[in-house]
Protein backbone atom coordinates (compact mmCIF):
# COMPACT_ATOMS: atom_id res chain seq x y z
CA UNK A 1 0.00 0.00 0.00
CA UNK A 2 2.96 2.58 0.86
CA UNK A 3 4.04 2.00 -2.76
CA UNK A 4 0.73 3.04 -4.61
CA UNK A 5 0.84 6.53 -5.73
CA UNK A 6 -1.81 9.09 -7.06
CA UNK A 7 -3.11 9.28 -10.86
CA UNK A 8 -2.08 11.95 -12.63
CA UNK A 9 -1.95 12.07 -15.87
CA UNK A 10 -0.10 15.69 -17.89
CA UNK A 11 -3.71 15.74 -19.88
CA UNK A 12 -6.84 15.53 -17.89
CA UNK A 13 -10.18 17.62 -17.49
CA UNK A 14 -10.70 20.17 -14.91
CA UNK A 15 -13.99 18.38 -13.80
CA UNK A 16 -14.40 15.21 -14.69
CA UNK A 17 -10.78 14.13 -14.45
CA UNK A 18 -11.14 12.68 -18.01
CA UNK A 19 -7.08 12.34 -18.78
CA UNK A 20 -6.24 13.17 -22.45
CA UNK A 21 -3.48 12.41 -24.98
CA UNK A 22 -2.67 15.94 -25.67
CA UNK A 23 -4.38 19.48 -24.68
CA UNK A 24 -6.59 19.60 -27.79
CA UNK A 25 -9.80 19.00 -26.12
CA UNK A 26 -9.44 21.18 -23.25
CA UNK A 27 -10.61 24.99 -23.22
CA UNK A 28 -8.41 27.65 -21.17
CA UNK A 29 -10.27 26.55 -18.04
CA UNK A 30 -9.42 23.10 -18.65
CA UNK A 31 -13.05 21.93 -19.09
CA UNK A 32 -13.70 19.25 -22.00
CA UNK A 33 -16.59 20.03 -24.67
CA UNK A 34 -18.55 17.51 -22.75
CA UNK A 35 -18.10 19.11 -18.90
CA UNK A 36 -18.53 22.30 -21.30
CA UNK A 37 -21.93 21.69 -22.47
CA UNK A 38 -23.52 20.55 -19.89
CA UNK A 39 -23.50 16.87 -20.62
CA UNK A 40 -22.24 15.62 -17.00
CA UNK A 41 -24.56 14.51 -15.00
CA UNK A 42 -22.41 15.02 -12.14
CA UNK A 43 -20.08 18.06 -10.92
CA UNK A 44 -16.91 16.34 -10.63
CA UNK A 45 -14.75 13.06 -10.35
CA UNK A 46 -12.14 12.30 -8.17
CA UNK A 47 -9.83 8.88 -7.97
CA UNK A 48 -6.60 8.46 -5.91
CA UNK A 49 -5.19 5.92 -8.46
CA UNK A 50 -4.80 4.40 -12.22
CA UNK A 51 -6.49 1.14 -11.85
CA UNK A 52 -3.39 -1.21 -12.73
CA UNK A 53 -0.88 -3.29 -10.93
CA UNK A 54 -1.20 -3.25 -6.96
CA UNK A 55 -4.18 -0.91 -6.45
CA UNK A 56 -5.71 -3.02 -9.09
CA UNK A 57 -4.82 -6.06 -7.02
CA UNK A 58 -6.40 -5.18 -3.70
CA UNK A 59 -9.74 -4.05 -5.42
CA UNK A 60 -10.32 -7.11 -6.32
CA UNK A 61 -9.29 -8.98 -2.96
CA UNK A 62 -12.20 -6.39 -1.85
CA UNK A 63 -14.86 -6.82 -4.61
CA UNK A 64 -13.91 -11.04 -5.63
CA UNK A 65 -12.16 -12.36 -2.66
CA UNK A 66 -14.41 -10.65 0.30
CA UNK A 67 -11.48 -9.01 2.25
CA UNK A 68 -13.63 -6.68 3.43
CA UNK A 69 -11.34 -4.94 6.11
CA UNK A 70 -9.78 -3.28 2.85
CA UNK A 71 -12.50 -1.13 2.87
CA UNK A 72 -10.98 1.30 5.42
CA UNK A 73 -7.86 2.03 3.56
CA UNK A 74 -9.10 2.28 0.12
CA UNK A 75 -11.76 4.70 1.52
CA UNK A 76 -8.76 6.48 2.91
CA UNK A 77 -6.78 6.74 -0.13
CA UNK A 78 -9.74 7.61 -1.67
CA UNK A 79 -10.47 10.82 0.46
CA UNK A 80 -7.08 11.90 -0.04
CA UNK A 81 -7.80 12.65 -3.58
CA UNK A 82 -10.41 15.07 -2.70
CA UNK A 83 -9.76 18.75 -2.68
CA UNK A 84 -9.53 20.53 0.51
CA UNK A 85 -12.24 23.00 0.20
CA UNK A 86 -14.96 20.77 -0.59
CA UNK A 87 -17.88 20.36 1.56
CA UNK A 88 -20.58 17.55 1.39
CA UNK A 89 -23.64 16.67 3.26
CA UNK A 90 -23.93 13.49 2.62
CA UNK A 91 -22.41 10.03 1.17
CA UNK A 92 -23.99 7.23 -0.91
CA UNK A 93 -22.92 4.53 -3.34
CA UNK A 94 -23.59 3.30 -6.78
CA UNK A 95 -26.03 0.59 -5.54
CA UNK A 96 -25.78 -3.19 -6.69
CA UNK A 97 -28.66 -4.97 -8.22
CA UNK A 98 -29.88 -7.63 -5.63
CA UNK A 99 -28.95 -10.38 -7.79
CA UNK A 100 -25.71 -9.34 -7.57
CA UNK A 101 -25.54 -8.50 -4.27
CA UNK A 102 -27.01 -11.85 -3.11
CA UNK A 103 -24.84 -13.44 -4.93
CA UNK A 104 -21.43 -11.60 -3.81
CA UNK A 105 -22.91 -11.01 -0.52
CA UNK A 106 -21.72 -7.17 -0.08
CA UNK A 107 -21.76 -4.32 -2.20
CA UNK A 108 -18.27 -3.08 -2.04
CA UNK A 109 -18.93 0.75 -2.97
CA UNK A 110 -21.29 0.55 0.32
CA UNK A 111 -18.49 -0.88 2.49
CA UNK A 112 -15.89 2.23 1.28
CA UNK A 113 -18.55 4.62 1.28
CA UNK A 114 -19.33 3.67 4.92
CA UNK A 115 -15.54 4.07 5.99
CA UNK A 116 -15.77 7.64 3.71
CA UNK A 117 -18.44 8.94 5.27
CA UNK A 118 -16.97 8.01 8.68
CA UNK A 119 -13.70 10.12 7.64
CA UNK A 120 -15.85 12.89 6.64
CA UNK A 121 -18.17 12.88 9.30
CA UNK A 122 -21.26 12.76 7.34
CA UNK A 123 -24.35 10.65 6.69
CA UNK A 124 -24.54 7.71 4.40
CA UNK A 125 -27.63 7.84 2.46
CA UNK A 126 -29.18 4.79 -0.01
CA UNK A 127 -30.50 7.68 -2.28
CA UNK A 128 -30.61 4.90 -5.29
CA UNK A 129 -31.66 1.94 -6.54
CA UNK A 130 -30.56 -0.56 -8.95
CA UNK A 131 -33.78 -1.64 -11.08
CA UNK A 132 -32.59 -3.56 -13.63
CA UNK A 133 -30.15 -6.59 -13.69
CA UNK A 134 -27.53 -5.80 -16.37
CA UNK A 135 -23.86 -7.68 -17.50
CA UNK A 136 -20.98 -6.26 -16.18
CA UNK A 137 -19.79 -2.87 -17.31
CA UNK A 138 -16.20 -4.55 -17.40
CA UNK A 139 -17.20 -6.75 -19.85
CA UNK A 140 -18.56 -4.34 -22.67
CA UNK A 141 -17.34 -1.46 -25.17
CA UNK A 142 -17.83 2.29 -24.37
CA UNK A 143 -21.05 2.94 -25.82
CA UNK A 144 -22.73 -0.67 -24.78
CA UNK A 145 -21.29 0.83 -21.18
CA UNK A 146 -24.05 4.33 -21.62
CA UNK A 147 -27.06 1.96 -22.90
CA UNK A 148 -26.17 -0.69 -20.11
CA UNK A 149 -26.70 2.10 -17.46
CA UNK A 150 -29.41 4.24 -19.12
CA UNK A 151 -32.37 3.67 -17.19
CA UNK A 152 -30.83 1.33 -14.47
CA UNK A 153 -31.53 3.29 -11.43
CA UNK A 154 -34.65 5.09 -9.56
CA UNK A 155 -34.47 7.36 -6.75
CA UNK A 156 -35.46 5.48 -3.42
CA UNK A 157 -38.75 7.20 -1.71
CA UNK A 158 -37.81 8.50 1.18
CA UNK A 159 -34.52 9.67 0.63
CA UNK A 160 -33.98 12.96 1.34
CA UNK A 161 -31.34 14.37 -0.95
CA UNK A 162 -33.02 17.83 -1.82
CA UNK A 163 -30.62 20.76 -1.71
CA UNK A 164 -27.77 18.76 -0.45
CA UNK A 165 -24.68 18.63 -1.90
CA UNK A 166 -24.09 14.76 -2.39
CA UNK A 167 -20.63 12.47 -3.04
CA UNK A 168 -21.29 9.56 -4.85
CA UNK A 169 -18.58 6.63 -3.83
CA UNK A 170 -17.92 3.32 -6.55
CA UNK A 171 -14.39 1.37 -6.63
CA UNK A 172 -13.63 2.75 -9.97
CA UNK A 173 -14.55 4.74 -12.89
CA UNK A 174 -13.79 3.82 -16.02
CA UNK A 175 -15.89 5.96 -18.69
CA UNK A 176 -18.17 6.86 -15.96
CA UNK A 177 -21.03 5.50 -17.32
CA UNK A 178 -22.56 3.81 -14.58
CA UNK A 179 -21.76 6.73 -12.19
CA UNK A 180 -23.22 9.04 -14.88
CA UNK A 181 -26.63 7.64 -14.22
CA UNK A 182 -26.85 7.50 -11.09
CA UNK A 183 -25.63 10.82 -10.45
CA UNK A 184 -28.89 12.16 -13.05
CA UNK A 185 -31.43 10.51 -11.09
CA UNK A 186 -29.95 12.15 -7.64
CA UNK A 187 -29.94 15.30 -9.52
CA UNK A 188 -33.60 14.83 -10.50
CA UNK A 189 -34.13 14.05 -7.03
CA UNK A 190 -33.47 17.54 -6.09
CA UNK A 191 -29.40 17.27 -5.25
CA UNK A 192 -27.34 20.42 -5.27
CA UNK A 193 -24.47 18.81 -6.82
CA UNK A 194 -23.07 15.15 -6.68
CA UNK A 195 -19.33 14.80 -6.95
CA UNK A 196 -18.41 11.40 -7.94
CA UNK A 197 -15.13 9.57 -6.05
CA UNK A 198 -14.03 6.39 -6.39
CA UNK A 199 -10.87 4.25 -5.40
CA UNK A 200 -9.29 3.86 -9.06
CA UNK A 201 -9.66 5.14 -12.20
CA UNK A 202 -8.99 3.33 -15.66
CA UNK A 203 -6.17 4.76 -17.56
CA UNK A 204 -7.94 5.29 -21.11
CA UNK A 205 -6.45 8.28 -22.47
CA UNK A 206 -8.40 9.66 -25.42
CA UNK A 207 -8.21 12.12 -28.44
CA UNK A 208 -10.60 15.16 -29.19
CA UNK A 209 -11.48 12.87 -32.40
CA UNK A 210 -13.25 10.15 -30.41
CA UNK A 211 -14.62 12.32 -27.44
CA UNK A 212 -16.64 14.13 -30.18
CA UNK A 213 -17.60 11.00 -31.15
CA UNK A 214 -19.22 10.01 -28.13
CA UNK A 215 -21.10 13.49 -27.85
CA UNK A 216 -22.70 13.25 -31.13
CA UNK A 217 -26.40 13.38 -30.96
CA UNK A 218 -26.92 14.12 -27.42
CA UNK A 219 -27.95 17.07 -26.23
CA UNK A 220 -29.17 16.62 -22.05
CA UNK A 221 -27.69 16.35 -19.01
CA UNK A 222 -26.62 12.62 -17.87
CA UNK A 223 -26.66 11.66 -22.01
CA UNK A 224 -23.15 11.25 -22.03
CA UNK A 225 -21.08 9.48 -19.28
Not at 174 to 183: K, L, R
Request: proline share 6%; net charge positive; aromatic share 6%.
Amino acid sequence: MASLEPFVPEYWCASCRTPFLNSAPLDSAGLCPLCRDGLRAFEGAYSFGAYEGGLRRLIHMLKYEGVRPLARPLAEMAVRALPKDLVFDAVTPVPMHWRRRWSRGFNQSELIAREVARTLRVPVLKATKRTRFTPPQAELTISARRRNAEGSFRAVRGAVVKEKRVLLIDDVLTTGATAGACAAVIKRAGARSVTVLTVARADRRIGLAMLRGLGRGKNSVGAVQ
